[in-house]
């Protein structure tokens, strides 16, 4: 029995440095293993509950769609697909809706977030805040159990969503299963090498931060003048530098062999100066990311091409999603006909 692995990115931004190495790169590696099932795409319905600009969201759907396949993913390998083609994930969203408790909504990292800022600002605490805020995580369990995923390779952040998703998928089983376990309960997947990249201020590189590293976007110029931009500390050429406390031998960290970590390290603490070690993380970067900039223009330069990738993508999911969803429904007393 295959693994099926699964993962998705929400379509409200332009890829970057944090997306591909947490998320892009180790899932299409692990789309090329044999005994991998994988499931890719582009969570367009998350996006609503972050953005009302439909341009943005189509525009960062397509740029999304490009970068993975540009990244090397083989559509014909892995079902890849855009969550709003597939309405089962709404319907089984439901399903699990009236299953969840409230409380495990109300201690979600996003919602608290809010919730805590509001506070502080002496504000109603739920000012601002959505329904569609507050029930990301059962969206996105529906998306993880409607192929029952074992493994979902994320970034640190979504760690607190994927035991959601367990916790929701146990209480499902429990309440219906009668000793069947309609979902697997998945597992995060984390590379610990780069679980959190950081951006250019030092903090978690997010588009809520604006402070990322587009991968593409912009070209070779635009990634030389972000890198660039990077905060650094005070000390001079000449000065050792703690490599352990700066974001750039992090992100250099995130793109290198071990070899090649280990001499950049030694650089910095022999006073290898900030522009000179930006240089050097720029060229490093372009090593990777060259060759995909350019499969990356061609398909931006195709949207049609992309679509009919996406549209094949929707049949082999939904091929999996509809008979699932439609066990489910004569599970919980929605069977048709009766
Ligand atoms: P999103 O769109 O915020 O991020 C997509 C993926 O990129 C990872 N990531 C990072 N990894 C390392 N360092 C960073 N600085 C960094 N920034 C982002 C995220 O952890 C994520 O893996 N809710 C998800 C999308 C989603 C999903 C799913 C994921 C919807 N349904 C089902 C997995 C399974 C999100 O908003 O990711």
Same mark, same amino acid.
């Given at each position: 029995?295959?693994?099926?692995?699964?993962?998705?990115?929400?379509?409200?931004?332009?890829?970057?440095?944090?997306?591909?190495?947490?998320?892009?790169?180790?899932?299409?590696?692990?789309?090329?293993?044999?005994?991998?099932?994988?499931?890719?795409?582009?969570?367009?319905?998350?996006?609503?509950?972050?953005?009302?600009?439909?341009?943005? &969201?189509? *525009?960062?759907?397509?740029? &999304?769609?490009?970068?993975?396949?540009?990244?090397?993913?083989?559509?014909?390998?892995?079902?890849?697909?855009?969550?709003?083609?597939?309405?089962?994930?709404?319907?089984?969203?439901?399903?699990?809706?009236?299953?969840?408790?409230?409380?495990?909504?109300?201690?979600?990292?996003?919602?608290?977030?809010?919730?805590?800022?509001?506070?502080?600002?002496?504000?109603?605490?739920?000012?601002?805040?959505?329904?569609?805020?507050?029930?990301?995580?059962?969206?996105?369990?529906?998306?993880?159990?409607?192929?029952?995923?074992?493994?979902?390779?994320?970034?640190?952040?979504? &760690?607190?969503?994927?035991?959601?998703?367990?916790?929701?998928?146990?209480?499902?089983?429990?309440?219906?299963?009668?000793?069947?376990?309609?979902?697997?309960?998945?597992?995060?997947?984390?590379?610990?090498?780069?679980?959190?990249?950081?951006?250019?201020?030092?903090?978690?590189?997010?588009?809520?931060?604006?402070?990322?590293?587009?991968?593409?976007?912009?070209?070779?110029?635009?990634?030389?003048?972000?890198?660039? *931009? &990077?905060?650094?500390?005070?000390?001079?050429?000449?000065?050792?530098?703690?490599?352990?406390?700066?974001?750039?031998?992090?992100?250099?960290?995130?793109?290198?062999?071990?070899?090649?970590?280990?001499?950049?390290?030694?650089?910095?603490?022999?006073?290898?100066?900030?522009?000179?070690?930006?240089?050097?993380?720029?060229?490093?970067?372009?090593?990777?990311?060259?060759?995909? *900039?350019?499969?990356?223009?061609?398909?931006?330069?195709?949207?049609?091409?992309?679509?009919?990738?996406?549209?094949?993508?929707?049949?082999?999911?939904?091929?999996?999603?509809?008979?699932?969803?439609?066990?489910?429904?004569?599970?919980?007393?929605?069977?048709?006909?009766?």
């Amino acid at each position: 029995m295959k693994t099926r692995v699964l993962t998705g990115i929400t379509t409200t931004g332009t890829p970057h440095l944090g997306n591909y190495v947490g998320a892009i790169r180790p899932a299409v590696a692990a789309s090329r293993r044999d005994d991998v099932d994988a499931f890719y795409f582009m969570a367009d319905y998350h996006a609503l509950i972050k953005s009302d600009d439909p341009a943005r &969201i189509e *525009r960062s759907r397509l740029e &999304i769609a490009a970068t993975w396949l540009a990244a090397g993913l083989d559509p014909n390998k892995v079902t890849f697909y855009r969550q709003s083609d597939i309405p089962e994930i709404p319907e089984l969203t439901w399903f699990l809706t009236c299953v969840t408790a409230k409380g495990l909504l109300n201690r979600a990292h996003a919602y608290k977030a809010s919730v805590d800022k509001n506070t502080e600002a002496g504000e109603d605490p739920d000012a601002g805040v959505t329904a569609g805020l507050y029930m990301y995580p059962v969206l996105m369990a529906a998306d993880i159990l409607v192929f029952n995923a074992n493994k979902v390779p994320v970034g640190r952040d979504q &760690i607190q969503h994927i035991e959601m998703a367990r916790d929701i998928a146990q209480r499902f089983n429990h309440i219906y299963g009668r000793g069947h376990d309609f979902f697997v309960l998945p597992e995060v997947v984390i590379e610990e090498q780069v679980a959190t990249l950081p951006g250019l201020d030092g903090r978690k590189m997010s588009k809520s931060y604006d402070n990322t590293i587009p991968l593409f976007a912009g070209g070779q110029k635009h990634l030389r003048d972000s890198i660039m *931009r &990077i905060v650094t500390d005070s000390r001079l050429p000449g000065e050792a530098k703690d490599p352990d406390s700066s974001s750039l031998f992090t992100i250099f960290r995130a793109f290198a062999s071990e070899a090649e970590s280990t001499a950049f390290r030694q650089a910095l603490v022999d006073g290898l100066g900030w522009g000179e070690a930006k240089q050097v993380l720029f060229e490093r970067l372009e090593v990777e990311i060259a060759p995909m *900039r350019e499969s990356y223009d061609a398909l931006m330069a195709r949207p049609a091409v992309i679509e009919e990738i996406l549209q094949e993508g929707a049949k082999k999911a939904r091929a999996i999603a509809v008979p699932k969803v439609a066990e489910l429904r004569d599970a919980i007393g929605l069977r048709s006909g009766t």
